[in-house]
């Protein structure tokens, strides 16, 4: 059976409503089977030193777990070092030989997606979507989908999901800063965090 199949990659430091409210509108907009989070392995020059993988792994599983139609990848946690799009979407494509990828990206990341890298392979490899929410700046965003376009001939899907003004640096922040995180991440996670006293120093 061909399935489509969502792919949402990210750092998950901590996985937060944002990721997951975006994950679910998008499965439902585009009636995909199931989305398939990847959290990135540990890059080894990154300018802020980010939680080891198991904890993100973790904490994405926590969070994903009451939702049938998601999944979590390790498929960048067993490699080494950083991985690019492009491998990742390849080693998914040998798995799913028949299936329909789409990898999915908040419309900021979607800007600086690592500069391309292949993209003529990547573009081949899966279908795009660029969502958007309110208060982003989309002049960028509708820039980078006309050079896709113009260069590789693709066609970005897009959508706009409702506002959920969160990010994982808030969170850190707040965690950091001994605030409420209430409501922004799920009970799990918080719970994950203060168990293993994450996001202190
Ligand atoms: P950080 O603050 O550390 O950069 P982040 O909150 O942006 O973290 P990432 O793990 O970097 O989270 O993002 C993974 C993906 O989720 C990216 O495609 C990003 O654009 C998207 N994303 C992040 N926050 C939101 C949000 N509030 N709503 C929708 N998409 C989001
Ligand atoms: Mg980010």
Redesign the pocket.
Known sequence: MNKKIGI??????PI?Y??LS?AETVRIKFDLDYILFVPTGNPPHKMRKITKKYHRYNMTILATISNDNFRVSTIELERDGYSYTVDTLKSIKQIHKDDELYF???????CDMKDWYRADELFSLANFIG?T?PGIDTTKFEEALKYIKDNYNKDVLTIH?PS???????IRKNVLEKKSVKYLIPENVERYIIKHNLYNS
């Open positions: 949402m990659g990210g750092t998950f430091d937060h944002g990721h975006t999915i990206t908040g419309a900021d990341a979607f969502a929410r999901v959920l003004d969160i990010s994982s640096t808030g």
